[in-house]
């Protein structure tokens, strides 16, 4: 089964721009999880997921920050002006519904982000 | 409030050695689960084991070993006869369990970073 699966794996871009980060969950899963790591801050979670509502969005830096869940396999985490501290790995994660099994998360690749 | 220290910022061993790490962890659910995940240097985020608060039997998996005591709010990794390919950062981390309703998140300790050596 494939797990989950963001693009871009990387992307540079310019201060001001705008830049959208994608994340495809496992089958079958129902949780979706937006972290972002840095050295200075460690792994961070930005938002949080179940059945497409937000439960947990304490973690969203500022306005400039949103993330969407369009259906039940998909979401977006987009950076609108992007500035260079937002610089870092952005990864999704996913859990699967029910059970204990719904408290495991399950991590995408990552997406290493630049901001010049 | 929910915390999870792990004290050991890096660990370097030789190859073949056992090494442990401590994972301490502060909660007042009566509930919870606990974790480890291993993040090599290609820099994903694997998955390796979930504890619940109402099991205390250690676990082993192959080289590796997990000993929960909840008498001292920890729960220590133990990779025997180590290898290079176990260098990464490991986190421990803690979620709520049945008290927590809907909430999954995780509670994370800042990483153990392991660099075994040949």
């Known amino acids: 089964d494939a797990g989950v699966i963001q693009s871009p794996r990387h992307e540079v871009t310019e201060m001001g721009q705008e830049v959208t980060l994608r994340c495809k969950l496992i089958?079958?899963?129902?949780?979706l999880f937006w972290y972002r790591q840095t050295m200075m801050r460690g792994l961070e979670l930005l938002i949080y997921?179940?059945?497409?509502?937000?439960?947990?969005d304490s973690g969203m830096p500022e306005d400039r920050f949103s993330a969407k869940m369009p259906n039940a396999s998909f979401s977006t985490l987009k950076i609108q002006p992007s500035e260079p501290r937002d610089s870092a790995v952005y990864f999704c994660?996913?859990?699967?519904?029910?059970?204990?099994?719904?408290?495991?998360?399950?991590f995408g690749p990552g997406t290493r982000l630049t901001v010049t | 409030a929910q915390k999870v220290t792990q004290a050991q910022t890096e660990i370097s061993v030789v190859e073949k050695e056992d090494v442990t790490l401590d994972c301490v962890y502060e909660?007042?659910?009566?509930?919870?689960?606990l974790f480890w995940y291993k993040q090599p240097p290609s820099g994903e985020l694997v998955f390796l084991i979930r504890?619940?608060?109402?099991d205390e039997q250690n676990e082993i998996s192959g080289r590796y070993s997990w000993n929960f005591q909840k008498s001292t709010s920890s729960f220590n990794f133990t990779i025997t006869a180590s290898q290079v390919v176990d260098s990464a950062v490991y986190f421990c981390?803690?979620?709520?369990?049945?008290?927590?309703?809907?909430?999954?998140?995780?509670?994370w300790g800042l990483g153990t970073s392991l660099a075994v050596n040949p």
């Open positions: 994660a996913s859990s699967p519904s029910g059970g204990v099994s719904s408290y495991e998360q399950y």
């Open positions: 089958s079958g899963h129902n949780s």
């Open positions: 997921f179940n059945n497409n509502v937000p439960i947990d």
């Open positions: 909660t007042r659910d009566t509930t919870y689960y």
């Open positions: 504890r619940n608060s109402f």
């Open positions: 981390a803690l979620t709520r369990g049945l008290n927590a309703g809907n909430n999954r998140k995780l509670i």
